[in-house]
């Protein structure tokens, strides 16, 4: 016979940056988004779950941390022509979902949703091209109120699923304060001094102040640099906003070339955080004195303060910050980040603080790329990975998993009687199986239930069948005692019981308590 | 000043078959999901997420209905020449996950995985290119005991999310009976009578008929047309096996091309369903009496009746029937289908049966594309979004949805006044939020409330603060009175209460209770 030509088989692994998730992976994060969605659902915020695909143009280029326009997505092209990409964030989506929809939907509109993203990044340690995000947004609401509300929320949130307070703080700044900032600095003071103007003059130099912003590029690879101040330090955001500076690798890492004079300025600004939320207001209205657009910044950041501190929410929970930047370009009011205070050791055993877990902020113009109308709107976006990961460092969800309770199989003839054992036991609420691979050894059968991390196996071969009893063994039990007990405690705390068949499920119903 | 050339706005609206999902379509499917992964977990399944995104030569070409291979899938080139594409089932991936992690994953490994799957494939109405499936498997058991244990668990996942006993039936079938149908009509009966072959013959034989079958293609366009019984019935079924038949709307759907008795054959088989299991699997014999692989076939399903039977799984929930084909080519052996056999009203008004909700069986050879190793497998896939509809048929799911308390603005210097109240209905557990839009039209607050389904409403103007009391509104009262009540009925029943300020949850948890 001639031989066939065989095609080679295919590789089984997850394409580069990709990864699967078992188990206890999956439902300890089912758990904390569900207890994230019982928080939002009762601030009267509403579930939304958009298409993961969307088309490339309803996108944008709103992706952060990347130079090269249409670089970062997934994306193809469909036999019409037409891209299509999958979401990077959940944010343009909901732009686009706002605005095609609007007709319908409440106005403000409170939406919800979580899922994953990707993201078509260069792939590294801990560093995934598709991740989960879990974000609260408020369309259409133009008032600071609005920003508070999800300041509260996410400090809610934290201490729902797990983070104690004292072990989180939500720092709060304004993009218009940073804003103010960067027209002072870049134009120098004294000939901007607001308070010698007309009405109209005013007016006039706002609008142009603001339109000066948003075209001007080099906003964006400023905020970069301010980004690391958490990093870098102030030395290192002064160096990245001049000449640059060596990183610890010794990597030469390059300026934005601004002047001394301008980084000083930004450095100030970064560095304006006092003991109380007064006196950072107070430090904040010195620097932005010949600001409109960064004293109005400043009143916001003091409202948005004092109506939480009338709520309860201080500055053990939330503080302004003016070193909070977020790198994002298309946020326009406050900015905040919620971090977690407590230390931890990093992968070389040095203690450092956990960090960021979750931000936001508002964002008053994504809407108006679709509809021309400016449309306010403000939220935040959890990190869910990270937060988890933090749960974890708490010990606040369980990295030990019990498995279900395990019915050998001694003979396979009396397959429906095991299964009825398993029904029964599961009718009490209790997890369990049946043995469904090749019974013949019995070995491998304790071997499985040792790798289901199972509570309890019961056993029933031909004489148990015949005197109507079932073997029940405390595999819990029975792990400690191989590992330290005397021979004393070995014959006094016995792990394995026999009892008769019908008591199978409160026997086991006992060692489950006792184990627990 | 020269005019700025403005590129066009982008089109707010979803790639075409794609879809968003508001509010309440979101959280009933979660908690239908967690319902059924509650099931699925009892029973001793371990949770899976793998990646969305798979090696297209991971995913291979096991899409169904698909006759050009490539297609139905959506699928990029990578900067490294690899090709990607999103997963479009959750079995593939399944057996590439298993293949990659064999080595550290228990044997047999039960998992259950849910989530969105993306096809290719034109959309239409109610037929979208994104979908969720909600799979469970059992990947390394070779016994029937596994394919029973499968029906059983879907059977009780219907009735744990409201699909009462008698209104649904789990139907089986075996692939090797159908596969035994094929050779022994496509042969000729006689020539194969296996009752006088040598045991060597005899297992020559049975090779050969497997084999044969492997390789045959016609046995997938067949499939397809058997698969069509439901709808066209016996008749139908074979003028599709022989020269063809016209549609409802009088296309000509082109045939198979197969003898009539052939097509006789396999028609006779489809109706082989009896009154009772024993009688089905008597008359299955009865047709199969030449073919081996066959009468294997009628013992897997007569094992499977018994194992049920005897955990109280009669023929009220599970019954064998010859009918069920399922058109994945890849089924090896049980195969099963869970139909819901209440009438509802298609679109034209006309009562007809709900159908097929979920559906699945047993795979051998999935996991063999990776490894050359054949590993048992077989599962279940239920389509979410139909089952989600059967239950709002059922009225099991509410389609009536309660929106959050609103606490209306009259003063907005007083908004933290308004949000500490919102912050004390929460604390009781109770959903509420203030108004964040303009405050100035409070009749827009009101149009707010009822585009909101609010139960209640809450105002507090001046008067109320200076007096320390509240306005709660029932707006379901007021809904109702408005619509038909007396003069005298309006009088009795206010729907608008004025109590103590530090009465307002009380009063609106009294509400909310006699609204329920």
Not at 72 to 100: H, I, M, S
Not at 122 to 132: A, N, S, V, W
Not at 236 to 265: Q, Y
Not at 406 to 424: F, G, H, I, L, S
């Amino acid at each position: 016979m001639a031989k066939q030509k065989k095609t080679p088989r295919p590789k089984a692994i997850t394409p580069k940056g990709f990864r699967d998730y078992f188990g206890h992976e999956v439902t300890e994060r089912a758990e904390m988004l569900a207890t994230i969605a019982g928080v939002y659902h009762r601030y009267g915020f509403d579930a939304l779950e958009s298409s993961a695909v969307e088309t490339v143009e309803a996108l944008g280029k709103f992706l952060p941390d990347v130079d090269r326009p249409n670089e970062g997505v997934f994306a193809w092209q469909e036999e019409d022509e037409a891209w299509l990409a999958l979401r990077y964030d959940l944010t343009a989506p909901l732009a686009r979902v706002y605005a095609q929809h609007r007709e319908r939907l409440p106005t403000p509109y409170r939406r919800y949703t979580m899922g994953p993203v990707w993201r078509n990044e260069k792939p590294g340690p801990g560093r995934f091209r598709q991740f989960y995000q879990c974000d609260a947004d408020t369309v259409g609401a133009p008032s600071v109120a609005a920003d508070a509300e999800i300041c509260a929320m996410l400090s809610d949130t934290l201490e729902a699923v797990g983070i104690p307070r004292g072990d989180y703080v939500v720092r709060v700044n304004n993009r218009k304060v940073l804003n103010g900032v960067f027209t002072s600095v870049t134009r120098g003071a004294g000939k901007n001094d607001i308070d010698a103007m007309s009405p109209s003059e005013l007016r006039e130099y706002r609008e142009h102040e603001l339109r000066g912003l948003k075209n001007d590029e080099i906003l964006d690879a400023i905020l970069r640099q301010l980004d690391k101040f958490d990093k870098v330090g102030a030395e290192g955001v002064r160096h990245l906003l001049t000449g640059g500076r060596n990183d610890k690798s010794g990597a030469f890492i390059e300026g934005v070339n601004l002047s001394d004079h301008m980084a000083d300025g930004f450095v100030q600004f970064l560095q304006a955080r006092r003991s109380s939320n007064s006196e950072t207001l107070a430090r904040l209205r010195e620097i932005l004195k010949f600001s409109a657009i960064g004293r109005e910044g400043v009143d916001e950041l003091e409202q948005i303060a004092d109506l939480l501190a009338a709520q309860g929410y201080g500055p053990d929970r939330i503080v302004i910050d003016p070193s909070v930047v977020r790198g994002l370009g298309y946020y326009t009011g406050p900015v905040f980040e919620a971090e977690l205070t407590f230390e931890i050791l990093d992968e070389k055993g040095r203690p450092r603080q956990f960090g960021s877990v979750a931000g936001g902020g508002r964002y008053d113009d994504l809407v108006k790329r679709f509809t021309g109308q400016a449309v306010p709107a403000t939220g935040v976006s959890i990190g869910v990975d990270r937060l988890l990961a933090a749960l974890r460092e708490k010990g606040r969800v369980s990295s030990q998993v019990q498995g279900p309770v395990v019915v050998t199989v001694m003979d396979r003839e009396r397959m429906a009687e095991y299964q009825t054992m398993v029904a029964e036991l599961r009718g009490a609420g209790i997890r369990a199986e049946v043995y469904l691979g090749n019974p013949k050894n019995f070995g491998n059968q304790l071997k499985y239930a040792d790798k289901r991390a199972s509570p309890v196996a019961v056993i029933v071969g031909t004489d148990e069948f015949d005197n109507d009893v079932v073997q029940i063994k405390d595999l819990i039990l029975g792990a400690k005692i191989a590992e330290n007990a005397t021979l004393e405690e070995w014959k006094e705390r016995p792990s394995q019981f026999e009892v008769p068949r019908n008591e199978l499920v409160t026997k086991v119903q006992d060692i489950l308590k006792a184990q627990a």
